[in-house]
């Protein structure tokens, strides 16, 4: 069974920083693209960033390129999402997402909260 | 960039009816990059339809999806109670992922 589990989450003050977390598991992790996609409370859906197999490719939403940055570590089956200078409008649930042209399964989220 | 815009903002219906869900493109896109997905309160997405019209492992038939070029429809043709939920679709192109903003199927 596929499994994508988030952590990291929190509380964390405007121009502070924050790493996610989304440890994968009951696949070939390095046959699959991976992404974080968004959503603020009540809100739609945002794509965040992608990363390619390897780790060689990576690609971010305009509102965060910069900012944020996307890696991997293949030998431990996580994908991370390092966030600096946050700002309120960063405040949503992050999903960590398996996929290629689109995202085939999901993990279930890890709210953040950007407030002083 | 492609904008996906989704259409009506919400629709009322009961169980057992019909429900004929709208995306459009700002310009035409490979429908072989153009998905769905369902999403229930306090749940992750769940994709239903990729390639404009083919159903995901365990979606049930009633769902189908179909379209071209700017003009998409996701279908369900009998409504349960649990397909109650917000639904997306969602288009890639050129290393950009997008979504359109949703369509609510409420219970009337």
């Known amino acids: 069974e596929v499994q994508l589990v988030e952590s990291g989450g929190g509380l964390v003050q405007p121009g502070g920083s924050l790493r996610l977390s989304c440890a994968a598991s009951?696949?070939?992790?390095?046959?699959?693209?991976m992404h974080w996609v968004r959503q603020a409370p009540g809100k739609g859906l945002v794509w965040v960033s992608h990363?390619?197999?390897?780790?060689?490719?990576?690609n971010y939403a305009d509102s965060v390129k910069g900012r944020f940055t996307i890696s991997r570590d293949n030998t431990m089956n996580t994908v991370y999402l390092q966030m600096n200078s946050l700002r309120a409008e960063d405040t949503a649930v992050y999903f960590c997402?398996?996929?290629?042209?689109?995202?085939?399964?999901w993990g279930q989220g890890t709210l953040v909260t950007v407030s002083s | 960039e492609i904008v996906l815009t989704q259409s009506p903002g919400t629709l009322s219906l009961s169980p057992g009816e019909r429900a004929t869900l709208s995306c459009r493109a700002s310009?035409?896109?490979?429908?072989?990059?153009l998905a769905w997905y369902q999403q229930k309160p306090g749940q992750a997405p769940r994709l239903l339809i990729y390639?404009?019209?083919s159903r995901a492992t365990a979606i049930p038939d009633r769902f189908s999806g179909s379209g071209s070029g700017t003009d998409f429809t996701l279908t369900i043709s009998r409504l349960e109670p649990e397909d109650f939920a917000v639904y997306y679709c969602?288009?890639?192109?050129?290393?950009?992922?997008?979504f359109g903003q949703g369509t609510k199927v409420e219970i009337k």
């Open positions: 997402a398996r996929g290629g042209s689109n995202f085939d399964s």
């Open positions: 009951g696949f070939t992790f390095t046959s699959y693209w």
């Open positions: 990363i390619n197999n390897y780790g060689s490719v990576t």
């Open positions: 310009q035409s896109v490979d429908s072989s990059s």
């Open positions: 390639a404009a019209s």
């Open positions: 969602q288009h890639y192109d050129s290393s950009l992922w997008t």
